[in-house]
């Protein structure tokens, strides 16, 4: 059985950084893309970044460039999406994800296994 298990989260003043990780067991995250989600109170889960496998490209919301920073570790079977000035409006549920079928995509919710998620909140 495949399991995401995400840390690191936590309570963080605005301006602050958080380093958010996540352990994949049950399958090897090799040959497929991974990446981050997040859902804030009262919105849809919403995508944040995704790094591929080959030559490993990234791309990220465009509320995020500049400011977080995903990464993978095949050999560790792990991801991590590092957080910098972060602002209240990064409050959320973070969510790692990993592509059941896809090298390079992170699709709908039937095309990734999922975390159980972990909270982030920044205060102002």
Same mark, same amino acid.
Do not use: H
């Given at each position: 059985?495949?399991?995401?298990?995400?840390? /690191?989260? /936590?309570?963080?003043?605005?301006?602050? #950084?958080?380093?958010?990780?996540?352990?994949?067991?049950?399958?090897?995250?090799?040959?497929?893309a991974v *990446?981050?989600?997040?859902?804030?109170? /009262?919105?849809?889960?919403? !995508?944040?970044?995704?790094?591929?496998?080959?030559?490993?490209? %990234?791309?990220y919301a465009?509320?995020?460039? /500049?400011? !977080? %920073?995903?990464?993978?570790?095949?050999?560790?079977? %792990?991801?991590?999406?590092?957080?910098?000035?972060?602002?209240?409006?990064?409050? $959320?549920?973070?969510?790692?994800?990993? $592509?059941?079928? #896809?090298?390079? %995509?992170? *699709?709908?919710?039937?095309?990734?296994?999922? @975390?159980? @998620?972990?909270?982030?909140?920044?205060? #102002?």
């Open positions: 059985q495949v399991q995401l298990v995400e840390s /690191g989260g /936590g309570l963080v003043q605005a301006g602050g #950084s958080l380093r958010l990780s996540c352990a994949v067991s049950g399958r090897s995250i090799n040959r497929y *990446g981050w989600y997040r859902q804030a109170p /009262g919105k849809e889960r919403a !995508f944040v970044a995704r790094i591929s496998w080959s030559s490993p490209s %990234t791309n465009d509320s995020v460039k /500049g400011r !977080f %920073t995903v990464f993978r570790d095949n050999a560790r079977n %792990t991801l991590a999406l590092q957080m910098n000035s972060l602002k209240s409006e990064d409050t $959320a549920v973070y969510y790692c994800a990993v $592509a059941r079928y #896809s090298s390079n %995509t992170l *699709g709908g919710d039937d095309a990734n296994y999922w @975390g159980q @998620g972990t909270q982030v909140t920044v205060s #102002s």
